[in-house]
Every structure is written in structure tokens, then in C-alpha cells.
């Protein structure tokens, strides 16, 4: 069987935990029909703990790493805050108070066109106070599950722009909240998790 190491083609399924004083709390489940896919040592932003702790092994092995917040999605950044003005959120001229809400995630662009996605933290009656950090950023997170494949990659899936890869944050689509490339995921746009930033 072949092992996992730079170059390969893996998919992997696993659940994430949110590891806190309490216990832990499951926060994403990779889907059995679409699994996290990555080319190992290529993928870009793959946390390194989670890296370490695949490589080497072969189809059905097992990991289960818990990792820091520094070296999983990051420390919450203030500079990921924004007030944005209340017209930015406007549909055919009308605000959208039903959408935009205390709470709500929301699909956002940015500047340089890549999608994220944004906790809405405050609305006043001029701005929208949202949150770009990761959903998970700030805090210490557990991996847990098997490997599903390991094959060499082709040309075409070791090209850079190929997904995240699990536990990623990269500014994508995903729940995973990923931000950076704007791929979504690790699967990830979709992925509470995934494994790269």
C-alpha cells in the first residue's frame, strides 16, 4: 500500500472538535461522499500538527492530533473586524434587515475579488459590524479520523490552485471559514474545519 508523503493524492474524512476547559465540542464532519482532499506537501496552508501527523501513514490508518489555536486557524485578529457601511448590504435599494442580522454568516467579496465569509457581530443604524477571523480562530482544536486514499497525484491535481485541503483558512466559501486563497475547500467553503489556513 502506498504511504502518504509529499506529492500524493489523499483524501481523508474526519470529525473536528472545539477543545475547550468544558470538554469538547464537535463543530464539522468531513461527508463520506466527499471527503477532505489534498495533495500532501503541496496543498497550500495545511496546519502543520495535522501534516505531521498523516504523513507515512497508508489507506485505513487512524490519526487523532489536537492541536493549539497558534498553530491551528490562529489568534483572533481585531484587524479582521470591520464597520461597513449599511448601503454595501443593500438589495434594489432596501437594506436588508431580515439577512443582514445580529448572528448571520454571510458571503462576502474582497478587494481583490476572493470570497469570504463574515459573522455579523453588530447592526446600527448606519454600519454593519462583521467578523472576518476564522470561526475557529483563538481556539485549540482536535482532529480526529482515518485515511480513505493515498495514490500519486496527477499533473492536473498538483497544479496550485488545487482545493485547500483539510483544516485550511483561506478566505473560501467554506464554514470552515477558511480565508487566504479563496479556494473553498478543503473541500473547505462548506468545512466548519478543514485543515489549512
Known sequence: MEKIQPGKYVELGYDLYEVTPAGENLVHQTDAQDPEKIIFGVTPGMIRPLEKAIEGLEAGGEFDVTVKAAEAFGPH??????????????VDGKFDSEMVKKGAVLPMMTSDGYRINGLVVDVTDDEVEM?????????????????????????????????????????????????????????CSDHEGCGCH
Open 131 to 187: 467578523d472576518f477571523n476564522h470561526p475557529l480562530a483563538g481556539k485549540d482544536v482536535r482532529f480526529k479520523g482515518s485515511i480513505i486514499t493515498v495514490r500519486d497525484a496527477t499533473p492536473e491535481e498538483l497544479q496550485p490552485a488545487h482545493g485547500c485541503g483539510c483544516g485550511c483558512h483561506h478566505g473560501g466559501e467554506d464554514s470552515c471559514g477558511c480565508h487566504g486563497d479563496g479556494t473553498d475547500s478543503c473541500g
Open 77 to 90: 485578529d481585531p484587524d479582521q473586524v470591520a464597520r461597513l457601511e449599511k448601503d454595501v448590504f443593500a
